[in-house]
């Protein structure tokens, strides 16, 4: 079982936006504003989507953002493109000597 | 543009050790602004964080690994390497290496990532 907690499957059409959720505790996603978002695409490796919280890397499209609350991290992805379909995940720092936590994944579906 | 490449046996024997290396290249592993990690993905799992190590020799493990993992640098190649001892099936895995912003706690760079299965 994956430290943080995220949805198994979303899925959206095209144009519509969706939000993945990553729940932890107050040590970690709660904690600190240390969460990140990944994309992996079928065989291929994790990209950065977002780090601290809600900043974008530089060609990352600013219709992925996200946000925290409490314990809870989301990604949104407006107007989703068929692009958009892949699996997502969420890491966070942890103050217990894990140091690094990842979600168990999303897997989105653009329908 | 900075690249990572994983290389190393595709095929480990239960109680063996497996050997990986990331060679790193389009920037310098002892510029000081960055951790050096492994990172593991199981199949049909998600993903795991093994270990990382700063370009001076500091490293940091999962206690969970802790007991069997070994991460080293050579700044003189640009590589560092993974070893994990008396592997099991529960470690055949996707194991990436990737680069982790001095105590950002994200990974901007990522390898292609290599399969090690565990297998007689």
């Known amino acids: 079982q994956s430290a943080l907690t995220q949805p198994a499957s979303v899925s959206g059409s095209p144009g519509q936006s969706i939000t993945i959720s990553c729940t932890g505790t107050s040590s970690d996603v709660g904690g600190y504003n240390y969460v990140s978002w990944y994309q992996q695409h079928p065989g291929k490796a994790p990209k950065l989507m977002i780090y601290?919280?809600?900043n974008r890397p530089s060609g990352v499209s600013n219709r992925f953002s996200g946000s925290k609350s409490g314990n809870t991290a989301s990604l949104t992805i407006s107007g989703l493109q068929a692009e958009d379909e892949a699996d997502y995940y969420c890491?966070?720092?942890?103050?217990?000597?894990?140091?690094?936590?990842f979600g168990g994944g999303t897997k989105l579906t653009v329908l | 543009q900075v690249q990572l490449q994983e290389s190393g046996p595709g095929l480990v024997k239960p109680s063996q050790t497996l050997s990986l290396t990331c060679s790193v290249s389009g920037g310098t592993i002892s510029s000081g602004d960055y951790y050096w990690s492994w990172i593991r993905q199981s199949p049909g799992k998600g993903l795991e964080w093994i270990a990382y190590i700063y370009y001076s020799g500091n490293t940091y493990y999962n206690p969970s690994l802790k007991s069997r993992v070994t991460i080293s640098v050579d700044t003189s190649k640009n590589q560092f390497s993974l070893k994990l001892s008396s592997v099991t099936a529960a470690d055949t895995a996707v194991y990436y290496c990737?680069?982790?912003?001095?105590?950002?706690?994200?990974?901007?760079?990522w390898g292609r990532g290599t399969l090690v299965t565990v297998s007689s």
């Open positions: 890491s966070s720092y942890t103050s217990s000597s894990t140091l690094v936590l």
């Open positions: 601290d919280v809600s």
């Open positions: 990737a680069r982790e912003l001095s105590l950002s706690y994200y990974f901007d760079y």
